[in-house]
């Protein structure tokens, strides 16, 4: 029995993960859920967005499966997404991008996983404002040799693993000569150790250009902090939306497992929130901790349900009269 750190997190996060919990329950994993809080619902409850109960509960588990959480916009406590992913040096972020036969978009045969590294970049946090009238900022970006071999390596040998043919490093290396150059010359020197991979490089606004007009010539691409936050969101537009699109957070001993979208305060409490995130999330933390029939069993259930288009929520069939738990419902009955 494997303990896991539940926190449902805010807005739509409780009904959304309500649903996963019932969903991986029924796939015969063997899981125990310990229940913490994070986020703007810790902060209304304990004056704390990240209790230290929360951290004692990750302490003990090294594994969590989160909800969304509420991030204040150019306000309000930081990002508890980026200070539990540097606090648990949690430094690859791995969110897979791939088509659905059952949801209509302008591309088929996408098959897309955007490999991140998690913990520096210019999400390091290293900002400051330089006059005592606050007017003008600047924020530091940290790459260190370390963190771009080990995030180069961990895509490579997720290929491997994967049975995927092609790593793609995305960088900024002609203009940032200092830090994007030092991980795309990293990234060149470990290519050199998997002779069985493809290696490419692209420039990442190129990138972007070539993932809207041809996003079948990408397999698996590694990138820094802030530009994998970019990319993996273009390559949930390519495939139907965040609503579809699972992340893994991994480091050495522990990880975390969450949807990427955010909490949609405007539909809380309606039934209308699309749950397949956060299932598909549960379904990579299974395989992750070894749970791999349970893990077949959730994906072949939802990808049922969501092609078949019956029951799912209104953002993917906008005739279906079905919503957050019918969904959550019907995904169980296809798993029996």
């Not at 209104?314 to 079905?322: C, G, I, V």
């Amino acid at each position: 029995m494997r303990i896991v750190t539940l926190i449902k997190g805010d807005g739509i996060g409780p009904s959304i993960m309500d649903e996963a919990v019932k969903v991986l329950d029924a796939s015969g994993a063997k899981i125990q859920w310990e229940e913490a809080y994070a986020g703007l619902a810790a902060f209304e409850k304990f004056g704390n967005p990240l209790p230290d109960e929360t951290l004692a509960s990750f302490d003990k588990t090294r594994l969590a499966f989160k909800g969304p959480l509420t991030t204040v916009v150019g306000s309000g406590f930081r990002s508890i997404n980026v200070a539990l992913r540097q606090q648990y040096d949690l430094y690859a972020n791995v969110r897979p991008a791939k088509s659905w036969p059952g949801i209509k978009t302008r591309f088929e045969d996408v098959d897309i996983v955007i490999v991140r590294e998690n913990t520096e970049g210019l999400y390091a946090g290293l900002e400051h404002y330089l006059t005592p009238k606050k007017d003008v900022a600047e924020s530091l970006a940290v790459v260190t040799r370390v963190a771009s071999e080990r995030i180069v390596h961990y895509a490579f040998q997720y290929a491997r693993d994967n049975q995927r043919k092609k790593v793609t490093v995305c960088h900024k290396a002609n203009i940032l000569k200092y830090t994007q150059g030092l991980f795309l010359n990293v990234a060149r020197e470990v290519a050199a150790l998997y002779p069985d991979i493809e290696f490419d490089e692209k420039i990442v606004d190129a990138a972007c250009m070539h993932m809207v007009m041809n996003p079948q010539q990408f397999d698996v691409v590694v990138t820094t902090n802030m530009f994998g936050d970019i990319l993996s969101d273009l390559t949930a537009g390519l495939v139907g939306g965040l609503g579809l699109i699972p992340g893994a957070n991994i480091g050495a001993d522990a990880a975390l497992f969450e949807a990427v979208h955010g909490s949609a305060p405007d539909i809380t409490g309606k039934n209308l929130a699309n749950p397949i995130a956060v299932i598909m999330a549960g379904a990579m933390m299974l395989n992750h901790i070894g749970e791999h029939e349970a893990a077949n069993r959730v994906v072949n259930a939802v990808e049922k349900v969501v092609n078949e288009g019956k029951y799912v929520t209104p953002d993917l069939n906008p005739a279906s009269k079905a919503g957050t738990i019918e969904m959550g419902n019907a995904i169980v009955g296809a798993m029996a």
